[in-house]
């Protein structure tokens, strides 16, 4: 791919990847984060640009991405956790049916199994539930299939293990 080719990508994509981080970096004071996540996305997939005839979609592999390093920010910064408690607060405060607070319990449960799984096992993982296929995941994360498809049912399963026992809470 030609610098000018990925240029004309990035500059159409750009619009769309400062909308989902600034989902992720909500807050006043964490709006440069999102600024910061688009320009580190869209230095990934200049990295990945021989690559990139792989995908389907350089738009869905750049939404993956973007996902990917707004994540990695949270988490760095340990906002992750305050951010899901915050949102439980303000969940809490507004008087909101007992079906949302339900709702975002267990997106707090889901994150914190997530965060006890392995850093592959994780990526995968998240990889596999934006829907990319198990060929391209391995592509991805320089695997086999055989060995991506073993990886994914295992983090499945600890996630599984993990919900179920309530051993996600530490």
Same mark, same amino acid.
């Given at each position: /791919?030609?610098?000018?080719?990925?240029?004309?990508?990035?500059? $159409?994509?750009?619009?769309?990847?400062?909308?989902? *981080?600034?989902?992720?970096?909500? @807050?006043?004071? +964490? %709006?440069?984060?999102?600024?910061?996540?688009?320009?580190?996305?869209?230095?990934? #997939?200049?990295?990945?640009?021989?690559?990139?005839?792989?995908?389907? @979609?350089?738009?869905?592999?750049? /939404?993956?991405?973007?996902?990917?390093? *707004?994540?990695?920010? !949270?988490?760095?910064?340990? $906002?992750?956790?305050?951010? #899901?408690?915050? *949102? #439980?607060?303000?969940?809490?405060?507004?008087?909101?049916?007992?079906?949302?607070?339900?709702?975002?319990?267990?997106?707090?449960?889901?994150?914190? %199994?997530?965060?006890?799984?392995?850093?592959?096992?994780?990526? !995968? +993982? #998240?990889?596999? @539930?934006?829907?990319? $296929?198990?060929?391209?995941? &391995?592509? %991805?994360?320089? &695997?086999?299939?055989?060995?991506?498809?073993?990886?994914? *049912?295992?983090?499945?399963?600890?996630? !599984?293990?993990?919900?179920? $026992?309530?051993?996600?809470?530490?």
């Amino acid at each position: /791919m030609e610098q000018q080719e990925f240029q004309h990508i990035a500059a $159409t994509l750009r619009p769309r990847l400062l909308k989902l *981080c600034t989902h992720f970096f909500d @807050s006043q004071e +964490l %709006a440069y984060e999102a600024e910061d996540a688009v320009q580190e996305t869209l230095l990934r #997939l200049w990295q990945h640009r021989e690559k990139m005839e792989i995908y389907q @979609s350089p738009e869905a592999l750049a /939404m993956l991405i973007a996902k990917n390093v *707004c994540i990695d920010i !949270m988490r760095r910064g340990a $906002t992750w956790h305050d951010k #899901l408690d915050e *949102c #439980l607060l303000y969940v809490e405060a507004d008087n909101h049916t007992d079906q949302t607070i339900i709702e975002h319990e267990a997106e707090r449960r889901l994150f914190k %199994a997530l965060d006890r799984l392995p850093a592959t096992q994780r990526r !995968m +993982l #998240l990889m596999r @539930s934006e829907g990319m $296929t198990m060929a391209e995941i &391995a592509a %991805a994360c320089n &695997a086999t299939t055989t060995s991506t498809k073993t990886m994914v *049912c295992v983090a499945r399963k600890k996630m !599984m293990e993990l919900l179920k $026992t309530g051993r996600d809470k530490k």
